[in-house]
């Protein structure tokens, strides 16, 4: 959370400029530190727990909330402004990371088991 805040922190003259991939790297990186969050979030929510899907769906919401809690800083951060896109793009990379990792850990212990 830090990270991402002090990423939201940077006024926008102050950005790198990529180029071609401008947008490509930036979006991307906005699901990669979402994607991560919600795992930081899934590890603390089912350590206690035996249900992980609804363990995942606590963890997306919380990237969601913390999502729009980023959204409403960049308000006051020279050159930045407030963006429900971005607000998707964050709970699309949730979701995809949460996804992931809920089929690679049923995988998982599917072959533990010996099924396949």
Known sequence: ?????????????????????DTLVKKGGHMFGYGLLALAYLWALHV??????RSAVEAWLLAILYACTDEFHQLFVAGRHASLMDIGIDAFGAAITLVIVIWV??????RSSGQL
């Open 105 to 110: 850990g049923k995988r998982t212990a599917r």
């Open 1 to 21: 959370m830090a990270t991402i805040f002090a990423f939201s922190s940077v006024p926008s003259y102050d950005l790198p400029n990529f180029a071609w991939a």
């Open 48 to 53: 206690e727990r035996s249900d992980p899907k």
